[in-house]
């Protein structure tokens, strides 16, 4: 069984890709139709391509959260470390509910991040990934109830 806590936590990942996705919609025809694929380690452009990849990132993103979703609720199915014995299942379950979910959302900012630089929103980058994460975050470190 999910916690609510691990629930709130990938829903978190799911509404920065709704946000992005949002975004890319409504800013898609001011995007130039040649956009940066890719940024070496100095933060110099060394690609090109048709602005039509975003839709390819953001559809693989999607795949990634829904693979992640599923590894979530079946959590027995993922490759462990260790050997999963009746002592430790529901510990190590738990470790990687946590872990994809906060995966979750490491793998959305990073989509997240190339979207809202190809549509120049990246000033407002910072503030609006706070709101999507610290926030909830912060929530759930206060509550006080365990989960069910």
Partial sequence: MVSKKIKIIFLISISIFITYLILLIQNYSEIPELITTHIDI???TDEQGSKNNLWIASSVNLVLLLIIGFLIKK???AN???EITEKNKDTAYKNMQIFLSILSIIISCAFAYMIFKAINY???YFYI???LIFLPLTILFFIKKKDD
């Fill in 75 to 77: 959590p027995h199915l």
């Fill in 80 to 82: 462990f470390p260790i």
């Fill in 122 to 124: 990246t000033h407002n």
């Fill in 42 to 44: 100095k933060g110099q």
């Fill in 129 to 131: 990934m706070s709101a």
